[in-house]
C-alpha cells in the first residue's frame, strides 16, 4: 500500500553558498517508486518548469525519501497532468 504526503517543503544547498527553497504539492508512493506532482495555473508551458520538479527529485532522494519514479505537473486550469 502507498504512502501520500502534501505540501512536504525542501530546502537544498547548490554549490556553497546558494540556497534554493520550495514546496512540493504532492509525493505520493507506489509499488516501483516515488512519484512527485507540482501543480500550476495559468499556461501550459511543461518545459518551464523542468528545473524545479528535477530539483525536487534531486532534493527528495538526497534526503534518503526513496527513489524517484517520476516527476509531473498538473496543469489545474486545463485538468491536465504531463509527466516530464
Do not use: N
Not at 12 to 21: K, N
Not at 39 to 51: C, V
Not at 58 to 68: H, N, Q, R, S
Request: one cysteine or more; a negative charge.
Amino acid at each position: 500500500m502507498g504512502s501520500a504526503i502534501g505540501f512536504y517543503s525542501v530546502e537544498r544547498v547548490i554549490y556553497v553558498d546558494t540556497l534554493e527553497s520550495g514546496v512540493m504539492d504532492l509525493v505520493f508512493e507506489e509499488d516501483d517508486g516515488w512519484v512527485i506532482v507540482d501543480y500550476k495555473t495559468g499556461g501550459k508551458d511543461p518545459d518551464r518548469y523542468r528545473p524545479q520538479l528535477e530539483a525536487y527529485k534531486e532534493a527528495w532522494e538526497a534526503m534518503g525519501c526513496g527513489e524517484v519514479k517520476e516527476v509531473g505537473i498538473y496543469f489545474v486550469d486545463h485538468e491536465e497532468y504531463v509527466a516530464l
